[in-house]
């Protein structure tokens, strides 16, 4: 499917990126372009991969409507993973939240209809699920936005996928446990009843993929994770990080956090079908005909909401889906 295409990858140099063009390079693509506006951390990307012949590097941001437009020239598929999205920054800067990952998905949306671009696929959060945050609503904003593309051109597909926290990835807390505990720190948390859905990079960049080869335009493609208490999690990482209990300190609830994360709302879940073992996809409002008669067959979604709340892993699980992460040995 990617073999001699040319593929841009939009914050392309963040750890989704880098492990999404590892994994497209696999394919034998023409060109990947990775489309940031961080000159450093282009250059450290291009110094990782200097033997990968087939990628661009562009500096643009996708606010900006020129440089998006240059980027899609000549392009088969994009993977949109550019957004602003550290909750606390986007509570207290939400104008740029709004420009990086509203605006910035418009932008996209127009220049791959120009160029006629195959297939756009749009990385989204659980925390655009009923969201209370301005981050989560963003996301939510620019959902709305890639499925209603779907409707704007006949030859352009438009689909989403929807995450919860990856394992490592910036601003994870994972690495943020384990600098605490290696320096001696005591752990910080925001709340002991918190829960989060968790999956490894490498599942983020499989339901990237699996959703880029199968969507047919307009679905939301959700992954079936384990999800568990943060608390649990430090407790984990204390056993192999610390050589005594660590202290945890319990912080408060930031502005805009929920306590449990949702991937499939009460809402969605009528029109939610389990796609496969490890995937579902959630059908838009007002689906087409020939959108609803492709996924008539699949059984229907089995709960009435899917929350990090329910199903939470032991600690044996948690141990288990670390070292898929690679950090634990």
């Known amino acids: 499917m990617f073999k001699d295409k040319v593929i841009l990858i939009t914050g392309g140099t963040g750890s989704w990126g880098q492990q999404l063009t590892t994994a497209l390079l696999a394919h034998e693509p023409r060109e990947i372009r990775i489309l940031s506006r961080n000159e450093f951390a282009q250059v450290q990307m291009q110094r990782k991969f200097q033997h990968a012949k087939p990628l661009r590097f ?12 240059e980027a899609c020239k000549d392009v088969d598929y994009v993977f949109h993973l550019a957004a602003l999205k550290h909750v606390p920054i986007c509570e207290d800067q939400p104008m740029e939240a709004l420009k990086t990952n509203v605006i910035g998905t418009q932008n996209i949306i127009r220049s791959s209809i120009e160029h006629g671009v195959q297939k756009v696929i749009d990385v989204s959060t659980d925390k655009a699920v009923e969201p209370v945050n301005f981050y989560g609503m963003s996301k939510a904003l620019g959902e709305k936005l890639i499925l209603q593309a779907n409707k704007l051109s006949e030859t352009t597909r438009f689909a989403c996928v929807r995450g919860g926290n990856v394992l490592g990835s910036n601003g994870s807390v994972v690495p943020l446990f384990i600098s605490q505990l290696k320096a001696g720190q005591p752990i910080t948390i925001t709340s002991r009843e918190m829960t989060r859905f968790f999956l490894t990079l490498r599942n983020a960049i499989d339901l990237l993929i699996h959703a880029a080869t199968v969507a047919l335009g307009g679905e939301i493609f959700v992954m079936k994770m384990a999800s568990c208490k943060i608390v649990d999690l430090a407790a984990v990482l204390t056993k192999h990080y610390a050589s005594q209990a660590a202290e945890i300190v319990e912080t408060g609830i930031r502005p805009g956090e929920k306590l449990h994360e949702v991937l499939v709302s009460r809402h969605e879940a009528p029109t939610t079908v389990q796609f496969s073992e490890q ?48 950090f634990l040995t």
């Open 279 to 326: 995937y579902y996809v959630i059908l838009p409002p007002g689906a087409s005909q020939q959108l609803q008669e492709a996924y008539r067959s699949y059984p229907a979604f089995e709960y009435p909401i899917y929350e990090s709340s329910a199903n939470l892993m032991t600690e044996q699980g948690i141990e288990a889906l670390l070292k898929e992460g690679g």
């Open 58 to 69: 562009l500096i643009g941001d996708v606010r900006d409507a020129e440089a998006v437009d």
